[in-house]
Nanobody
Framework: QVQLVESGGGLVQAGGSLRLSCAAS????????MGWFRQAPGKEREFVAA????????YYRDSVKGRFTISRDNANNTVYLRMNNLKPEDTAVYYC????????????????????WGQGTQVTVSS
C-alpha cells in the first residue's frame, strides 16, 4: 500500500512558476513509476508527465513540453513537478499517481495503468 500526498499548489499569475511535490509513504518508493495528471472543471482527467523508477526516462504531454519538468528523489520518497511559464489553461487539480513495476526504465501515460492516487492539489493560473 502506498499513500500519496500532494502539496505546492496555489494561485499564480500567468507566466509564473510553481513546484508541486508528492510525498509517498512506505519503503518501496523506488519500485514505482510515477506520474502527474490533472483535471480541470468540466473536463476529463488528462496525463501531464511521467517518470520511470530510475529517473532515466521522462515523458510529457505536448502542451507542457519545455515548461514542466518531472523529477524524483527516491531517497526521500518524493516526486516533483516543476511548472514554469504557467498559462490559464494549466488551471486544474493536479494529482500524482504511482504504479508498481519491475522495469526500471518504464513510464506510463494512461491513468488506468496506475495503482495509487493522491488527493490532488489545486493550481489556479490567473490571466
Amino acid at each position: 500500500q502506498v499513500q500519496l500526498v500532494e502539496s505546492g499548489g496555489g494561485l499564480v499569475q500567468a507566466g509564473g512558476s510553481l513546484r508541486l511535490s508528492c510525498a509517498a509513504s512506505g519503503r518501496t518508493f523506488s519500485t514505482y513509476a510515477m506520474g502527474w495528471f490533472r483535471q480541470a472543471p468540466g473536463k476529463e482527467r488528462e496525463f501531464v508527465a511521467a517518470i520511470s523508477r530510475s529517473s532515466s526516462n521522462t515523458y510529457y504531454r505536448d502542451s507542457v513540453k519545455g515548461r514542466f519538468t518531472i523529477s524524483r528523489d527516491n531517497a526521500n520518497n518524493t516526486v516533483y513537478l516543476r511548472m514554469n511559464n504557467l498559462k490559464p489553461e494549466d488551471t486544474a487539480v493536479y494529482y500524482c499517481a504511482a504504479k508498481f513495476t519491475t522495469y526500471s526504465i518504464s513510464y506510463y501515460s494512461t491513468g488506468q495503468a496506475y495503482d495509487y492516487w493522491g488527493q490532488g492539489t489545486q493550481v489556479t493560473v490567473s490571466s
